[in-house]
């Protein structure tokens, strides 16, 4: 798409949550007839946005006129069996994701990430080390996407020479046609939404490599050579991909598997660019108590990768990671009360994401899990569990299935509500142990986003400070 293409053109944008209202306001500027419509009713705040820049919407069903466009936008929480996308699709309307459209009108270099975890804190990594580079080099950094902040709503502030930094979840890779990062992140794959992909692991990956499906050789193409669906899919040489850069925790596979890469060779975090090998920083003058575990050093990995092959130098690299305190409601230490650590990872949505934590915590623990459980198998964390937790906490629609999953290798004990379930691990938590707030579901049953809950756990850890 072009900006004489998008001129007068009829758009129908399908939800009107954050990137949905985004991507009308964006079209709206750009001189397309914009009509949003909504299967649930809006807020007081959308809805006077959406009047205050001419918008027509529609809220609570959708009606026949989002089929009068030249092309839709779809919101990435729809899914694509629901009828709303089966008529649009009847009427051979064609479907773009809100990345797909901010793109169009993006003058910066793109840092594209995506993978089933560590996505947040690689996308937040890079752009804390662009930040520091920017600094001294004059140009801005902004991040977006699956991150929280519409890509479309920030598009329009770039300037050529800028980095935007955009994570991506494989919902809105679904409908990018024409979407190209300079460089591509690939943190990792594992089974997650396997509900919306049929139970299809081929359908997921299918979506996720829709990251690079437009890119060309002198792009950058950034990936996990430990996780072994990406070091089977690119160690087929036979399809075409832009210059692989991987990265691992084995500095030997990750040699093999390309010229360029990120590894840890002994203790140090090194690169090899170019021809060039670079001793970045120390596991120890990176790890803090807010940022550790093993995952998260293959984050650091990757985004060291992506930031190296964009031309950044070693020096912004270690301020950055020196100075990285982590992510919100991703391993995220809240405080200790009464000799007892709390961590709030609400941000695990998958059962790989709460094995990640089970293995980054020290010692033993009590575990509060559950939420909407995603198709996966339980079963698969019973040796983490046993050798870790000490009593599971389970809330939420999964708790049932927790409580069959482990109880005969745990006792669990069920709460049916997050707050009832802090009581409990407050009850049975003793000096010197860990509680771990890592759901490995996701958090729709009771809560707008991971976001939500995340708060909602520490806030019911401030009442018991307090």
């Given at each position: 798409?072009?900006?004489?293409?998008?001129?007068?053109?009829?758009?129908?944008?399908?939800?009107?949550?954050?990137?949905?209202?985004?991507a009308?306001?964006?079209?709206?500027?750009?001189?397309?007839?914009?009509?949003?419509?909504?299967?649930?009713?809006?807020?007081?705040?959308?809805?006077?946005?959406?009047?205050?820049?001419?918008?027509?919407?529609?809220?609570?069903?959708?009606s026949?006129?989002?089929?009068?466009?030249?092309?839709?936008?779809?919101?990435?929480?729809?899914?694509?069996?629901?009828?709303?996308?089966?008529?649009?699709?009847?009427?051979?309307?064609t479907?773009?994701?809100?990345?797909?459209?901010?793109?169009?009108?993006?003058?910066?270099?793109i840092?594209g990430?995506?993978?089933?975890?560590?996505?947040?804190?690689?996308?937040?990594?890079?752009?804390?080390?662009c930040?520091?580079?920017?600094?001294?080099?004059?140009?801005?950094?902004?991040?977006?996407?699956?991150?929280?902040?519409?890509?479309?709503s920030?598009?329009?502030?770039?300037?050529?020479?800028?980095?935007a930094?955009?994570?991506?979840?494989?919902?809105?890779?679904?409908?990018?046609?024409?979407?190209?990062?300079?460089?591509?992140?690939?943190?990792?794959?594992?089974?997650?939404?396997?509900?919306?992909?049929?139970?299809?692991?081929?359908?997921?990956?299918?979506a996720?490599?829709?990251?690079?499906?437009?890119?060309?050789?002198?792009?950058?193409?950034?990936?996990?050579?430990?996780?072994?669906?990406?070091?089977?899919?690119?160690?087929?040489?036979?399809r075409?991909?832009?210059?692989?850069?991987?990265?691992?925790?084995?500095?030997?596979r990750?040699?093999?598997?390309?010229e360029?890469y990120?590894?840890?060779?002994?203790?140090?975090?090194?690169t090899v660019?170019?021809?060039?090998?670079?001793?970045?920083?120390?596991?120890?003058?990176?790890?803090?108590?807010?940022?550790?575990?093993?995952?998260?050093?293959e984050?650091?990995?990757?985004?060291?990768?992506?930031?190296?092959?964009?031309?950044?130098?070693?020096?912004?690299?270690?301020q950055?990671?020196?100075?990285?305190?982590?992510?919100?409601?991703?391993?995220?230490?809240?405080?200790?009360?009464?000799?007892?650590?709390?961590?709030?990872?609400?941000?695990?949505?998958?059962?790989?994401?709460?094995?990640?934590?089970?293995?980054?915590?020290?010692?033993?623990?009590?575990?509060?899990?559950?939420?909407?459980?995603?198709?996966?198998?339980?079963?698969?964390?019973?040796?983490?569990?046993?050798?870790?937790?000490?009593?599971?906490?389970?809330?939420?629609?999964s708790?049932?299935?927790?409580?069959?999953?482990?109880?005969?290798?745990?006792?669990?004990?069920?709460?049916?509500?997050?707050?009832?379930?802090?009581?409990?691990?407050?009850?049975?938590?003793?000096?010197?142990?860990?509680?771990?707030?890592?759901?490995?579901?996701?958090?729709?049953?009771m809560?707008?986003?991971?976001?939500?809950?995340?708060?909602?756990?520490?806030?019911?850890?401030?009442?018991?400070?307090?």
């Amino acid at each position: 798409m072009n900006a004489e293409r998008i001129k007068g053109s009829s758009v129908s944008v399908i939800g009107a949550k954050r990137s949905g209202i985004a991507a009308a306001l964006l079209l709206r500027e750009r001189g397309a007839d914009v009509f949003v419509s909504d299967s649930e009713p809006l807020g007081g705040h959308e809805r006077a946005l959406l009047r205050q820049n001419g918008i027509s919407f529609e809220e609570g069903g959708h009606s026949g006129r989002i089929l009068g466009a030249d092309f839709a936008v779809v919101s990435p929480g729809i899914p694509p069996h629901v009828q709303v996308m089966r008529l649009l699709e009847q009427q051979h309307i064609t479907l773009f994701s809100e990345i797909e459209v901010a793109s169009w009108f993006c003058p910066a270099r793109i840092i594209g990430i995506t993978g089933t975890d560590g996505k947040t804190t690689t996308a937040t990594l890079i752009a804390a080390i662009c930040a520091v580079d920017a600094a001294e080099r004059g140009y801005r950094v902004f991040s977006a996407g699956n991150i929280g902040i519409p890509f479309s709503s920030v598009v329009g502030e770039m300037n050529r020479g800028d980095i935007a930094v955009v994570e991506l979840s494989s919902y809105q890779l679904e409908r990018c046609e024409t979407f190209r990062p300079d460089i591509a992140v690939i943190t990792n794959i594992m089974p997650d939404h396997l509900d919306r992909y049929e139970g299809s692991m081929q359908r997921y990956a299918a979506a996720k490599y829709r990251i690079y499906a437009n890119q060309k050789k002198d792009d950058r193409l950034v990936y996990n050579a430990d996780n072994e669906i990406l070091r089977a899919h690119f160690g087929d040489r036979g399809r075409f991909v832009p210059g692989l850069v991987p990265f691992g925790m084995d500095r030997e596979r990750v040699a093999e598997a390309g010229e360029q890469y990120a590894a840890m060779d002994g203790e140090w975090l090194t690169t090899v660019i170019d021809g060039r090998k670079e001793r970045v920083i120390s596991d120890d003058g990176l790890l803090k108590r807010s940022f550790r575990g093993g995952h998260n050093l293959e984050n650091a990995l990757a985004a060291v990768a992506a930031v190296k092959v964009s031309g950044i130098g070693v020096l912004p690299i270690r301020q950055a990671l020196r100075d990285f305190g982590g992510v919100e409601h991703r391993q995220e230490y809240v405080g200790t009360i009464n000799g007892v650590d709390w961590i709030n990872d609400s941000k695990a949505t998958n059962l790989n994401a709460l094995r990640r934590a089970l293995e980054a915590v020290p010692g033993k623990m009590v575990l509060i899990a559950g939420g909407r459980e995603k198709g996966d198998d339980f079963g698969e964390l019973e040796k983490q569990v046993k050798e870790k937790v000490s009593m599971l906490v389970a809330f939420g629609e999964s708790r049932d299935k927790f409580a069959s999953a482990f109880s005969s290798v745990v006792r669990v004990v069920q709460a049916g509500t997050l707050e009832e379930a802090v009581e409990l691990a407050v009850q049975q938590a003793v000096a010197g142990e860990t509680v771990l707030f890592s759901p490995g579901c996701s958090s729709f049953d009771m809560f707008e986003n991971y976001e939500v809950r995340g708060a909602v756990f520490k806030q019911c850890i401030r009442e018991i400070a307090e």
